[in-house]
């Protein structure tokens, strides 16, 4: 090969490599480039670099020297390059993780049950009027749950269809446990370990076996108030409802009671809510029947007392605008998460 071949050849490998180095964008790019034109074993300057050794003796020097230069320009330009993509790609990974502009990162993070929210609530609006906060168990027996109450044995509120028995109906006697019908239970309890006067309200689960539907659930929430002491009269009564009634909903509310017939109180009413829209059913509630009082020791002549019990779904649903209980607890999270 003549020597002027020689050069021109290696002119124009120089003048393509170059622009391959000048225009690699990314690092993938230019280790291509560098492949193609300096590698080792199949690199284009290789290839020109078998021709050097075939010119004549003359003409090598010339030729090495021209070589040399080109190899040498070509792998700074290379090596140039490379740390300029670098730090552009330590630049940009820099400016990532201190982007201020970027939005924050969002933990979700969970929240009480909305009825678990309604309890604490309740105990704080009850609390502020002067009423602690009592527990009892939600596996009862026949006496707290309806004797004490002065439910007779014939009473239909006892009958096996209505309640969650632990024993089949033959099995039943004196010692018979049943998860609670209603909190009611807890009067009797406190009553019984507490001379008066008492003040308590209580809160937990209730089980009936109710066909589910928008307003009925098997198992579901109620509150449990109590206060006995020196003549307490109706009027106490519906005032502590009121106030608790404007505590929970706002001054917009309104209560009103119903004649109606519990037989552990007396005279006994329905307690209704009217917030925004229709009257709707609360609970019960009355002047304790002075035969409860007789039955835990008190006595009648001394003291009376009143006592309410209201369901909290209802008290939930009707703050919230649930129109179906059973939202309550199929434990979808997009239902929930909307009463954080
Ligand atoms: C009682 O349970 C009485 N213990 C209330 C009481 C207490 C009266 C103290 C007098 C003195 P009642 O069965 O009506 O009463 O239930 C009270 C409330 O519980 C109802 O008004 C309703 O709000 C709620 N409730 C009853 N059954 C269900 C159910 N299956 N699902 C959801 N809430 C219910």
Same mark, same amino acid.
């Given at each position: 090969?003549?020597?002027?071949?020689?050069?021109?050849?290696?002119?124009?490998?120089?003048?393509?490599?170059?622009?391959?180095?000048?225009?690699?964008?990314?690092?993938? !790019?230019?280790?291509?480039?560098?492949?193609?034109?300096?590698?080792?074993?199949?690199?284009?300057?290789?290839?020109?670099?078998?021709?050097?050794?075939?010119?004549?003796?003359?003409?090598?020097?010339?030729?090495?020297?021209?070589? +040399?230069?080109?190899?040498?320009?070509?792998?700074?330009?290379?090596?140039?390059?490379?740390?300029?993509?670098?730090?552009? $790609?330590?630049?940009?990974?820099?400016?990532? *993780?201190?982007?201020?502009?970027?939005?924050?990162?969002?933990?979700?993070?969970?929240?009480?049950?909305?009825?678990?929210?309604?309890?604490?609530?309740?105990?704080? *609006?009850?609390?502020?009027?002067? &009423?602690?906060?009592?527990?009892?168990?939600?596996?009862?027996?026949?006496?707290?749950?309806?004797?004490?109450?002065?439910?007779?044995?014939?009473?239909?509120?006892?009958?096996?269809?209505?309640?969650?028995?632990?024993? $089949?109906? !033959?099995?039943?006697?004196?010692?018979?446990?049943?998860?609670?019908?209603? $909190?009611?239970?807890?009067? *009797?309890?406190?009553? @019984?370990?507490?001379?008066?006067?008492?003040?308590?309200?209580?809160?937990?689960?209730?089980?009936?076996?109710?066909?589910?539907?928008?307003?009925?659930?098997?198992?579901?929430?109620?509150?449990?108030?109590?206060?006995?002491?020196?003549?307490?009269?109706?009027?106490?009564?519906?005032?502590?409802?009121?106030?608790?009634?404007?505590?929970?909903?706002?001054?917009?509310?309104?209560?009103?009671?119903?004649?109606?017939?519990?037989?552990?109180?007396?005279?006994?009413?329905?307690?209704?809510?009217?917030?925004? @829209?229709?009257?709707?059913?609360?609970?019960?509630?009355?002047?304790?029947?002075?035969?409860?009082? !007789?039955?835990?020791?008190?006595?009648? @002549?001394?003291?009376?007392?009143?006592?309410?019990?209201?369901?909290?779904?209802?008290?939930?649903?009707? #703050?919230?605008?649930?129109?179906?209980? #059973?939202?309550?607890?199929? +434990?979808?999270?997009? &239902?929930? #998460?909307? &009463?954080?």
């Amino acid at each position: 090969m003549p020597l002027e071949d020689f050069l021109s050849d290696l002119e124009s490998l120089e003048s393509s490599a170059e622009s391959a180095f000048r225009t690699a964008q990314d690092s993938q !790019s230019l280790e291509a480039a560098r492949v193609e034109f300096l590698g080792a074993r199949s690199g284009r300057l290789k290839a020109v670099q078998k021709e050097l050794g075939r010119l004549d003796r003359a003409e090598k020097p010339v030729a090495g020297k021209r070589f +040399n230069e080109v190899k040498k320009r070509l792998e700074s330009l290379y090596e140039e390059k490379k740390a300029l993509l670098n730090q552009a $790609t330590t630049a940009s990974s820099d400016k990532e *993780i201190f982007d201020p502009t970027l939005p924050g990162r969002t933990f979700r993070l969970g929240h009480l049950h909305p009825i678990t929210q309604t309890i604490e609530t309740l105990k704080e *609006i009850m609390g502020r009027l002067g &009423f602690s906060v009592a527990e009892g168990p939600e596996v009862e027996d026949a006496w707290h749950n309806f004797d004490a109450l002065h439910i007779p044995e014939s009473h239909p509120a006892r009958d096996p269809l209505d309640n969650f028995y632990l024993a $089949t109906a !033959s099995q039943q006697d004196e010692n018979t446990l049943l998860l609670r019908s209603q $909190t009611s239970t807890v009067q *009797i309890r406190v009553m @019984e370990s507490t001379p008066p006067p008492v003040r308590i309200i209580s809160l937990g689960r209730v089980y009936r076996p109710d066909t589910a539907d928008a307003t009925h659930y098997p198992m579901f929430h109620q509150i449990e108030g109590l206060l006995v002491d020196r003549q307490v009269t109706m009027a106490d009564l519906k005032s502590v409802l009121r106030l608790f009634a404007v505590s929970y909903f706002g001054e917009e509310v309104h209560i009103r009671f119903r004649p109606s017939f519990f037989p552990f109180t007396e005279p006994s009413v329905e307690v209704d809510m009217s917030w925004h @829209e229709g009257w709707i059913e609360m609970g019960g509630a009355g002047m304790v029947d002075p035969a409860v009082l !007789s039955a835990v020791g008190y006595d009648p @002549e001394e003291v009376t007392g009143f006592a309410f019990g209201l369901g909290v779904e209802r008290i939930c649903m009707r #703050r919230h605008g649930i129109t179906d209980i #059973r939202e309550l607890y199929r +434990n979808d999270v997009r &239902f929930l #998460r909307q &009463f954080p």
